[in-house]
Structures are given as C-alpha cells and as structure tokens.
T-cell receptor, first 112, second 113 residues
Framework: RKEVEQDPGPFNVPEGATVAFNCTYSNSASQSFFWYRQDCRKEPKLLMSVYSSGNEDGRFTAQLNRASQYISLLIRDSKLSDSATYLCVVNRGTDSWGKLQFGAGTQVVVTP | DTAVSQTPKYLVTQMGNDKSIKCEQNLGHDTMYWYKQDSKKFLKIMFS???????INETVPNRFSPKSPDKAHLNLHINSLELGDSAVYFC????????????FGPGTRLTVT
C-alpha cells in the first residue's frame, strides 16, 4: 500500500462549482499534513496546512480525519486559475525531520 | 527575486555521462533538499542537508552525490547516468530542520538518452 494515496482525476469542474477530493495515508504516526499545489511543468507550492480541527483559507477548506486516516480538500466557487494538480503531503512521523511523503496528486480542471 | 533557483533548467545527456545540477536559495533557510519527480509524478526525497550537514539520505544509488559548500547552496552530482535517471529534479529549502513548509525551485528536467 502506498504511504499516501490520491485519486489522480482529472476532476472536471465547471467554473463556480465546488469540488472536493480526499487523500488517504498509511502511517498512523504521521503528525503533520499539507496540501501543495503544482501547476503543469512547475514546482510544487504550499497551499495550506491541515489542522486537526479543520481549517479554511478563503475558498479552500481542508479537513483531517485521524480515525480513518484521510485528509480532504474542498474548493468552493472554482476559478479557472484553480486548475492544477493538488498534492497531498504527509510527514513520516515524529522522528522524521523534514521527511515529507508526497502523493501523486489529484488533477483538477476548471472549465468555463 | 527568485527564492530558490536551480541550473540548468533542462539537461539532455547520454548514458554514462556525469552531470551536475546546482541549487541556491536566498531565503536564509538552514535546510535544503533534493527531490526526484518521475514520470508517474511521485515526488520522492533523495537528500536533505541542514547547515551543510547531511541529515537525510534515502536509498539513492551512490552515483548520486550531493554537496553543500554553504547553507545557501546544495548541488547534486550524478555519475554514470542511466536511462532511469530521467526525471525532474527539484531542490527545496525550509527554515530549519523542524519546518515542514518547503519552498521549491523551478526544477531541472533531466533526459538521459
């Protein structure tokens, strides 16, 4: 089983609609969770951290479910500029300094 | 101002050659990383340096040798290149060893023919 699994998509979303997708992780010792965004042929960039209580940043909402070992990302009022690959990122445990495990990404395509 | 820069951006070379990729960050960060992103898009950590000291060395062939002349630079030298080394190599940095917010360079697309 992969350490971090994501539905590769693509999720085709009309502009203005809401899209949500999950990511599951296998290491129950993982403490920190993130969503990164990667545009085509570009570098990954941190989108947001994911906190236990869930958190929101503008149109983006992230949730963590430790019991079921998944995190989710919801994008409201999708913009064309939201088209990208969203990488789920998990640290490998409390003694794994800097060791982030990246998922292969979920592709989102926002259409006019 | 580019925070994390890499050179070259593209590298096409033949099997068996030796090549280097350079990385520099001007963020004042203590920790730097090399990642490999293969054709399946998985980003895998290869190495990490903290204040010029190697702290992460994943199971990478010893043909790959990182070098950190100072904490703002982390270079990657690859000997005897193989077809399977074709990938995008990303350099990244973070404030310190315990920070998980990493800033990535633009990547070096390596093609081995």
């Amino acid at each position: 089983r992969k350490e971090v699994e994501q539905d590769p998509g693509p999720f085709n979303v009309p502009e203005g609609a809401t899209v949500a997708f999950n990511c599951t992780y296998s290491n129950s010792a993982s403490q920190s969770f993130f969503w990164y965004r990667q545009d085509c042929r570009k570098e990954p960039k941190l989108l947001m951290s994911v906190y236990s209580s869930g958190n929101e940043d503008g149109r983006f909402t992230a949730q963590l479910n430790r019991a079921s070992q998944y995190i989710s990302l919801l994008i409201r009022d999708s913009k064309l500029s939201d088209s990208a690959t969203y990488l789920c990122v998990v640290n490998r445990g409390t003694d794994s300094w800097g060791k982030l495990q990246f998922g292969a990404g979920t592709q989102v395509v926002v259409t006019p | 101002d580019t925070a994390v820069s890499q050179t070259p951006k593209y590298l096409v070379t033949q099997m068996g050659n030796d090549k280097s990729i350079k990385c520099e960050q001007n963020l004042g960060h203590d920790t730097m990383y090399w990642y490999k992103q293969d054709s399946k898009k998985f980003l895998k950590i290869m190495f990490s340096y903290n204040n010029k000291e190697l702290i992460i060395n994943e199971t990478v062939p010893n043909r790959f040798s990182p070098k950190s002349p100072d904490k703002a630079h982390l270079n990657l030298h690859i000997n005897s290149l193989e077809l399977g080394d074709s990938a995008v190599y990303f350099c990244a940095s973070s404030q310190d060893i315990s920070s998980y917010e990493q800033y990535f360079g633009p990547g070096t697309r390596l093609t081995v023919t």
